[in-house]
């Protein structure tokens, strides 16, 4: 009687035995292996041992290859006695007569466990992050191929979702790495369990996700990933003040509307998600053909930044500031500009937003200030004390090296620090109160003072009341038609009655007539600047003065 191919596969022994009708042999290795004892095993059906991840074919075409005389090897996953699966290399070889009659079977079963446990772990490492488990970009650009390739067989429609955290290296560098990687793993959970069986999410490293949706429309993306956003702020929230939510800007790309090319796609996502970090994150960006000029534009302005810095093509021009009090000009602001090809001077609001995206803004604002601090010395040299107001990116809270580089600066020229005045916009404070108060009594401790820009724009009167503020400059929205305009005249009469009770004062931007000049000292305003007051000038205009 031939023995059935199940009881020659599932018996699984690291050592010889033979095989005739049930009669085994079996040894200590067995058990150890198995974790049946001989007494257990001995009579029963080999398909205990089965794990049910082996296909019928393969049981089917090793008993043909052994019945028909020859040998088979094979591998093959079975079950322990507790359950635990393991994987063990059987070579299999009919034993004949010497009639040339197949009698019986001899089995040579190795276990392989450790050598698959290590190739799984391989595998791993080459497909996956090894922080969140998730698909790497290797692996993800495998799968988003088979995808595209499907999607044009079969006229399927799916998308593209690039996933950028806003303000990771933010939080990265105030917490800590530690809390970096669990904020990271906790996104990449948050992702999975939002996401379908049949979707891909893979980490494309740092803080950037991609994922595919497949059999998806342009609604459908842009619901999932709105929901995204609202999930990953809620699951990231962190307890007792130790860590903001994080939220993200995602952009979409349609396959094949957008794209069928692999590059192509991946580049038009990109350009989406940098779509939506530039209109101030945490939002949904779709693409459109309209972007690609736009990123080609802004990578044209980042190399004439790049060039600025490189080759001295950056000035500061003196605008006066006056003293509403006592009627005449006590300081300056410092503004910046960047001298164009032919000479022009291009003003930082076509440039300071592409500065800022690509991460050029910290030399800015460390050569503005080191140009400020040898400002003040140099006329301080010609006999002309003055005090400079210069303005800060609210992205410079986040450089370590600033307070030093400063510092270092002020020791090198003989330099009174309360002579440096940096302006901070409003919004850096409704963005980040906690960090904001760090950076600002950092600066206060080695003697500077501090400007508030763009006051009353944001509604930051709660955050006032704890920041070591000196001066709160107003909005020129709010200056600008100011004795045409009943409302502002209220709203800057508010404002001063708040900056009076906090001990601050305040400076008046954008004074254009002599009448809004005597609306303002009507109202008790400390300081006024613009264009009724003077231009913007050359410091050796301002040195022929002095």
Not at 507 to 515: D, F, G, H, Q, T
């Amino acid at each position: 009687m031939k023995p059935e191919p199940a009881e020659v596969i599932n018996i699984s022994i690291t050592l010889i035995y033979t095989f005739v009708g049930k009669n085994y042999l079996l040894t200590t290795k067995f058990s150890k292996l198995t974790g049946y004892t001989p007494k257990e095993i001995v009579g029963q059906n080999s398909r205990i041992l089965k794990s049910g991840k082996i296909p019928p074919e393969e049981y089917k075409r090793m008993w043909n290859t052994i019945t028909s005389g020859s040998e088979w090897h094979g591998e093959f996953q079975n079950k322990k006695k507790g359950g635990e699966l393991y994987w063990v290399h059987a070579t299999l070889s009919p034993v004949k007569d010497s009639n040339g009659v197949v009698t019986h079977f001899l089995a040579v079963i190795e276990d392989i466990n450790e050598r698959k446990h290590l190739e799984t772990k391989l595998v791993n490492m080459a497909e996956r992050d090894p922080l969140t488990n998730l698909f790497n970009r290797r692996r993800f650009e495998e799968e988003l191929e088979d995808w595209l390739a499907q999607a044009k067989r079969y006229t399927t429609h799916g998308a593209l979702l690039f996933i950028d955290l806003d303000n990771f290296k933010h939080i990265n560098d105030t917490f800590g790495h530690y809390t970096g990687d669990k904020l990271l793993k906790t996104v990449a959970n948050t992702l999975q369990k939002r996401l379908r069986y049949t979707d891909t999410l893979a980490r494309f490293g740092g803080d950037e996700f991609a994922i595919i949706l497949q059999h998806t429309n342009i609604g459908q993306a842009q619901l999932i990933a709105g929901e995204m956003l609202g999930l990953l702020k809620y699951n990231t929230e962190g307890k007792e003040g130790k860590c903001p939510g994080i939220t993200a800007s995602i952009g979409i790309a349609l396959f094949p509307e957008h794209s069928a090319s692999l590059e192509t796609l991946i580049a038009y996502a990109d350009l989406a998600m940098y779509n939506a970090k530039e209109q101030g994150g945490n939002r949904v960006c779709v693409y459109s053909d309209d972007q690609e000029m736009q990123i080609e534009l802004r990578l044209k302005w980042k190399n004439r930044i790049c060039y600025a810095l490189e080759n001295g093509r950056f000035v500061l021009h003196l605008q006066p500031i006056l003293n509403l009090r006592e009627n005449r000009i006590v300081r300056h602001e410092a503004l910046l500009r960047m001298i164009g090809e032919n000479g022009e001077l291009i003003p930082p609001s076509v440039f300071l937003n592409v500065a800022e995206r690509f991460g050029l803004i910290h030399e800015i604002d460390r050569w503005v200030v080191c140009k400020a601090i040898n400002i003040i010395a140099e006329l301080r040299r010609a006999g002309n004390f003055q005090c400079l107001e210069v303005n800060l990116s609210g992205k410079t809270i986040a450089n370590t090296d600033f307070l030093s580089q400063t510092r270092q600066e002020l020791e090198a020229t003989g330099t009174n620090p309360s002579n440096l005045i940096l302006g901070i916009p409003e919004n850096a404070i409704v963005e980040n109160a906690g960090e904001i108060h760090s950076f600002i009594t950092s600066f206060k401790d080695i003697g500077c003072r501090f400007a508030l820009d763009d006051y009353g724009r944001f509604s930051s009167f709660n955050h006032l009341k704890h920041l070591p503020i000196d001066y709160l400059r107003i909005s020129g929205s709010f200056i600008s038609d100011l004795p045409h305009n009943t409302v502002h005249q209220h709203l800057v009469r508010g404002m001063v009655e708040v900056a009076r009770g906090l001990g601050k004062q305040i400076i008046a931007n954008y004074v254009s007539s002599n009448e809004t000049l005597q609306l303002l000292q009507e109202y008790g305003v400390d300081y006024a600047q613009g264009y009724h007051i003077g231009l913007p000038t050359a410091i050796s205009e301002i040195q022929k003065t002095s």
